[in-house]
């Protein structure tokens, strides 16, 4: 009997070690979320905050295949509430102009008539501002922070789709290269605070889990231009997430940012 109570007394003792030590210290890394396993649905009701640029960097579309599929032109301006279509197209939106239409002059009556009634002309349409657009130019990419790279690109199973800069809370981030602020906020899942460059038609970076956002959507940067301050929103400690992506597509971004 005294034997099976030291054994009782010893497991519970072990037990109770146990959970101290998987529930004590140190708090489990956090995972960051930037390939959600499900699949893109067939639309997306715009949200306050969107911009076609986030929603197709969200899914994975080419912005301008995005934006034909739904008759968007530029600037891709959209509404809290409209249902857009997650696809790409590649047809060309064009106006169409109708044919003038000539009357035929009749011989009983070919002098002009005059009217006294004055002819109004139409009032001009609203003609939206078009995005800045910047050409790729091939010229050489920059590290938009300094540090210690901690995570690869990975391109296949547990994808990750950029890479991870180890930095201090705070620590300057620079535009990898000029371009046009496209994105700057905190709405998608597991980037914290986003900024997203228009460098051309085909590429766009992302800098994620920053601290503090310096420019704003419609800003044109300068290659090297401070955008943020880096920070750990959206994950466990203060890094720099950053994405490159041609024509809607993840890319190594080591492949472009020169050795170092």
Known sequence: MKTML????????????????????????????????ESPPS???????????????????????????????????IYPGQALVLQESSRTIASVSKPAVTKKSSSRDSSPRTSSKPIKAPAPKPVSKPAP??????????WPV???????????????????????????VHAAKAGVVVYSGSGLVGYGNLLILKHSDRYLSAYGHNK????????SVKAGAVIAELGDSGTDSPKLHFEVRIDGKPVDPLGLLPRR
């Open 6 to 37: 030291i054994r009782l007394i010893s497991i519970f003792v072990f037990a109770v070690s146990f959970q101290a030590c998987t529930t004590g210290g140190s708090s489990a890394p956090v995972s960051d979320r930037y390939n959600p396993s």
């Open 43 to 77: 639309h997306y009701i715009v949200s306050a905050g969107d911009t076609l640029f986030s929603i197709a960097w969200r899914y994975g579309f080419n912005v301008k295949g995005l934006a034909t599929a739904n008759g968007l032109a530029a600037p891709y301006t």
């Open 133 to 142: 657009q910047f050409v790729d130019s091939g010229g050489a990419w920059r």
């Open 146 to 172: 300094e540090g210690p790279l901690v995570r690869r690109f990975v391109a296949t199973g547990q994808a990750h789709k950029g890479i991870d800069i180890k930095g201090k809370m705070g620590q300057p």
């Open 212 to 219: 503090r956002l310096l420019v704003k959507e419609g800003d």
